[in-house]
């Protein structure tokens, strides 16, 4: 029976992740062992996670995952590409997947494929069209949509970069037919979001949404009322729910609005871009435009949203912005960040207990059992993407006033 694994957030899991657990199972068999790569501490469109990555893997263990290892920050929070290539490394270095699944909008496997052929690698003629497409004012997935269509006149390949969900899975095929030589790869299973079945009104998105408009802040306790508590039971598991509400009480539950003080106010005492330009994501003349947009504004005026422009998305924004925060150089994660250089355990089941046992064995990237293992490695590769989540567990520490560094745990079987 295959091994199937997953890349994903769960920022939180909700009903809708359960349901796409179970469909793999419905079509692979009831004992199909499920294995994650879940983001860590902040997710790919630049957004804090709302639990901690070792809640959010109980829940997905809970909700039917049988492993979950930790996407390092490097990857998780990062553009399309770099997420994917991540994750998609990460499981192939593990050395126990068989098959890689992920959601798509369009149903046809093919044509999936064939965006992803077109794509790897992009040719020049490709790349000056999608420049050319950027210039005119069309949003990066927009141009290359354009491009993809005006050079191969194969509209229905480049309709798969119209959706998201699609436009993820055809970086996953990429990713997969660019493994380094000699890694295992495993094959790709679509499981098809049909709009007519799927839950549209179930997101993540939702949910955090309904959490932040009761004024939830870092560090203090908060428990929804009533009317609430309805609302996210329909959306979310009950024991997914109930790992959020436990959360709650200790005043563990992160939003934007908790780190963006701190990255404005380290933003104006930069005060010129030379100084920030060498971070991530600042290039291209995006430093200059935080430092006039964001120079003389108070923290608590400022939306994300509102900062967003035709050459600026609110993700690159806020990756930018974190990357200030974290202190994340683009030279460093040129040269370090290309390939992830450790896995770490986040949660199991019992049945992950034998994938785990065989992972030990077949895996060609070094297993971390806490990250005080990472101090004996000369990898400086695994150096810097430790170091990294470090900086992310200090910033999340610090946000939520706690004293429990989750990155000195060991991982324990979810029953």
């Given at each position: 029976?295959?091994?199937?694994?997953?890349?994903?957030?769960?920022?939180?899991?909700?009903?809708?992740?359960?349901?796409?657990?179970?469909?793999?199972?419905?079509?692979?068999?009831?004992?199909?062992?499920?294995?994650?790569?879940?983001?860590?501490?902040?997710?790919?469109?630049?957004?804090?996670?709302?639990?901690?990555?070792?809640?959010?893997?109980?829940?997905?263990?809970?909700?039917?995952?049988?492993?979950?290892?930790?996407?390092?920050?490097?990857?998780?929070?990062?553009?399309?590409?770099?997420?994917?290539?991540?994750?998609?490394?990460?499981?192939?270095?593990?050395?126990?997947?068989?098959?890689?699944?992920?959601?798509?909008?369009?149903?046809?496997?093919?044509?999936?494929?064939?965006?992803?052929?077109?794509?790897?690698?992009?040719?020049?003629?490709?790349?000056?069209?999608?420049?050319?497409?950027?210039?005119?004012?069309?949003?990066?997935?927009?141009?290359?949509?354009?491009?993809?269509?005006?050079?191969?006149?194969?509209?229905?390949?480049?309709?798969c970069l119209d959706q998201a969900n699609a436009r993820l899975c055809v970086e996953y095929l990429k990713q997969l037919e660019e493994l380094p030589t000699g890694v295992s790869k495993p094959g790709f299973f679509m499981l098809w979001r049909n709009p007519a079945t799927s839950p549209g009104d179930i997101s993540a998105e939702k949910i955090r949404g309904l959490i932040e408009a009761q004024g939830l802040r870092a560090g203090q306790e908060f428990f929804p009322k009533?009317?609430?508590?309805?609302?996210?039971?329909?959306?979310?598991?009950?024991?997914?729910?109930?790992?959020?509400?436990?959360?709650?009480?200790?005043?563990?539950?992160?939003?934007?609005?908790?780190?963006?003080?701190?990255?404005?106010?380290?933003?104006?005492?930069?005060?010129?871009?030379?100084?920030?330009?060498?971070?991530?994501?600042?290039?291209?003349?995006?430093?200059?435009?935080?430092?006039?947009?964001?120079?003389?504004?108070?923290?608590?005026?400022?939306?994300?949203?509102?900062?967003?422009?035709?050459?600026?998305?609110?993700?690159?924004?806020?990756?930018?912005?974190?990357?200030?925060?974290?202190?994340?150089?683009?030279?460093?994660?040129?040269?370090?960040?290309?390939?992830?250089?450790?896995?770490?355990?986040?949660?199991?089941?019992?049945?992950?207990?034998?994938?785990?046992?065989?992972?030990?064995?077949?895996?060609?990237?070094?297993?971390?059992?806490?990250?005080?293992?990472?101090?004996?490695?000369?990898?400086?590769?695994?150096?810097?993407?430790?170091?990294?989540?470090?900086?992310?567990?200090?910033?999340?520490?610090?946000?939520?006033?706690?004293?429990?560094?989750?990155?000195?745990?060991?991982?324990?079987?979810?029953?």
């Amino acid at each position: 029976m295959p091994t199937v694994a997953l890349i994903a957030e769960y920022n939180p899991f909700h009903r809708g992740h359960a349901a796409q657990l179970r469909e793999i199972r419905e079509k692979l068999g009831e004992r199909c062992p499920i294995v994650l790569a879940l983001s860590s501490s902040f997710c790919q469109r630049g957004s804090i996670a709302l639990l901690s990555s070792r809640r959010r893997a109980e829940a997905a263990v809970k909700g039917g995952a049988d492993l979950v290892l930790r996407l390092p920050l490097a990857f998780s929070l990062a553009d399309g590409e770099s997420f994917a290539r991540g994750g998609v490394r990460l499981l192939a270095g593990s050395g126990i997947v068989d098959l890689l699944a992920a959601g798509s909008e369009i149903p046809d496997k093919d044509s999936l494929k064939r965006c992803a052929a077109y794509l790897s690698p992009e040719t020049p003629e490709l790349k000056e069209k999608i420049r050319e497409g950027i210039r005119s004012g069309l949003s990066p997935h927009a141009a290359r949509g354009c491009a993809l269509r005006e050079i191969t006149g194969d509209e229905v390949a480049a309709s798969c970069l119209d959706q998201a969900n699609a436009r993820l899975c055809v970086e996953y095929l990429k990713q997969l037919e660019e493994l380094p030589t000699g890694v295992s790869k495993p094959g790709f299973f679509m499981l098809w979001r049909n709009p007519a079945t799927s839950p549209g009104d179930i997101s993540a998105e939702k949910i955090r949404g309904l959490i932040e408009a009761q004024g939830l802040r870092a560090g203090q306790e908060f428990f929804p009322k009533e009317a609430l508590l309805d609302q996210l039971l329909s959306l979310m598991p009950v024991d997914s729910l109930s790992l959020l509400l436990s959360e709650a009480r200790q005043g563990r539950l992160l939003s934007d609005e908790d780190w963006l003080p701190l990255a404005v106010f380290l933003l104006q005492r930069a005060g010129k871009s030379e100084k920030l330009t060498p971070l991530r994501y600042m290039e291209n003349g995006l430093a200059d435009y935080l430092l006039k947009m964001l120079g003389e504004k108070e923290p608590q005026d400022i939306q994300i949203e509102s900062l967003k422009s035709r050459n600026f998305s609110a993700a690159r924004i806020r990756r930018a912005l974190l990357s200030l925060v974290l202190e994340i150089r683009r030279d460093e994660a040129e040269r370090l960040g290309q390939s992830p250089a450790f896995l770490q355990v986040l949660a199991y089941s019992r049945r992950g207990r034998s994938l785990l046992k065989r992972m030990k064995a077949q895996a060609s990237l070094p297993l971390l059992g806490t990250f005080s293992d990472s101090r004996r490695s000369q990898d400086p590769s695994l150096l810097w993407q430790t170091e990294l989540e470090r900086r992310a567990e200090a910033l999340r520490q610090w946000l939520c006033r706690d004293s429990v560094n989750e990155l000195l745990l060991a991982p324990g079987e979810i029953r």
